[in-house]
């Protein structure tokens, strides 16, 4: 059974921004160019990490671009090499949000970072390009 919370992530479209053009992600369904993309750059995983909106509770438009900028910095300080992303809701009633799509990002990594930033979710991979919803507190 699905609450709202999750209905609204899987009515989303994750837009990642890769050298060569955009691809765009959808939950539970692999993405061929993706997967190609990854096994090219020797990435087994990946991960989709926002700070945008803490709790799915809409934020300013700079409280968002503070958040999203100390999380790139903490990416960059770790070693990551994040990419642009966003993620782009179907039905347009929720704010494009920035996010960041990282390569060789492990999902207890990726969790561990987006609960400094008040998320409840991430969206994880692995080589076959699948992304996964990840809860951060799952049934919680």
């Known amino acids: 059974m699905m609450n709202d919370l999750e209905t609204a992530y899987r009515a989303t479209t994750y837009r990642v921004f890769l050298p060569g053009g955009a691809v765009d992600l959808r939950l539970d369904q692999a993405n061929g160019r993706l997967s190609a993309w990854l096994a090219a ?12 909106n803490p709790g799915a509770q809409p934020s ?36 494009v949000e920035e996010s960041c799509f990282v390569p060789d990002l492990a999902a207890g990594d990726a969790c561990a970072l987006a609960a400094d930033f008040g998320q409840n979710a991430v969206v994880c991979g692995g080589e076959d390009g699948t992304p996964r919803l990840v809860w951060l507190n799952p049934g919680g």
Do not use: I, K, M
């Open 41 to 52: 750059a020797g990435c087994r995983c990946f991960a989709l990490v926002t700070a945008c």
């Open 60 to 95: 300013s438009a700079a409280a968002n671009a503070e958040r999203q900028a100390r999380l790139e910095c903490e990416l960059l300080a770790g070693n990551y090499e994040p990419f642009a992303a966003e993620h782009v809701a179907d039905d347009g009633a929720w704010p």
